[in-house]
């Protein structure tokens, strides 16, 4: 069946650049993009960014200068990196296939 | 932006009335191709945000025939026939039509 699930760090400085890995599985990232999604603590979602199954990548104009999404389709890997981080990055951070079938969130704290 | 207008914020409810959800986009969210990509999702407290509908009136496998959508162009609606008790949580609007997707602020159901 289709899984996905976050990992990456819990908690990262001021700063300093947050890395997270979307491993999934029961698909091939050849046939289907993933979309990152992420929800600070108590407030709503927000979309991030998208690799499509071509490996073209469109990204939220707010966070585009500090966002890199990139995949290995060999592991069923999809990788987030995201630069320059602040407290209000501090949300739980989800991939999802297709809007439809979601990764269990990590939640990542950035400490001041 | 598109940007997703829920109404209301809260709507306390007594288990088997029934509910409706209110989602305003700013613009049409017909794309191109015919399909208008606008979601329906349940979060309870502590997960992943569920899909309940795509495509305005989708039902997502394994969602109960309790809850349905519809609108078209700028005006959409979840409702739920009879409220359960595994109903509760919020209720977020997605747009997938046009860059970047959004989602609306999100409707609490909670008990009256």
């Known amino acids: 069946q289709v899984q996905l699930k976050e990992s990456g760090p819990v908690l990262v400085q001021a700063s300093e650049t947050l890395s997270l890995t979307c491993t999934v599985s029961?698909?091939?990232?050849?046939?289907?993009?993933v979309i990152w999604v992420r929800q600070p603590p108590g407030k709503g979602l927000e979309w991030m960014g998208i690799?499509?199954?071509?490996?073209?990548?469109d990204y939220n104009s707010a966070l585009k200068s500090r966002l890199s999404i990139n995949r290995d389709t060999s592991k069923s890997q999809v990788f987030l990196k995201m630069n320059s981080l602040q407290t209000d990055d501090t949300a739980i951070y989800y991939c999802?296939?297709?809007?439809?079938?979601w990764g269990q969130g990590v939640m990542v704290t950035v400490s001041s | 932006d598109v940007v997703m207008t829920q109404t209301p914020l809260s709507l306390p409810i007594s288990l088997g009335d029934q509910a409706s959800f209110s989602c305003r986009s700013s613009?049409?969210?017909?794309?191109?191709?015919?399909?208008?990509?606008l979601a329906w999702y349940l979060q309870k407290s502590g997960l992943s945000p569920q899909i309940l509908i795509y495509r305005i009136s989708n039902r997502f496998s394994g969602v109960p025939d309790r809850f349905s959508g519809s609108g078209s162009g700028t005006d959409f609606t979840l409702k739920i026939s009879r409220v359960e008790p595994e109903d509760l949580g919020v209720y977020y609007c997605?747009?997938?039509?046009?860059?970047?997707?959004?989602f609306g602020a999100g409707t609490k159901l909670e008990l009256k």
């Open positions: 999802t296939r297709d809007w439809r079938y």
């Open positions: 029961g698909f091939s990232l050849t046939n289907y993009g």
């Open positions: 613009q049409s969210l017909l794309h191109s191709n015919g399909n208008t990509y």
């Open positions: 690799i499509w199954r071509n490996g073209n990548t």
């Open positions: 997605l747009q997938h039509t046009h860059l970047p997707y959004t």
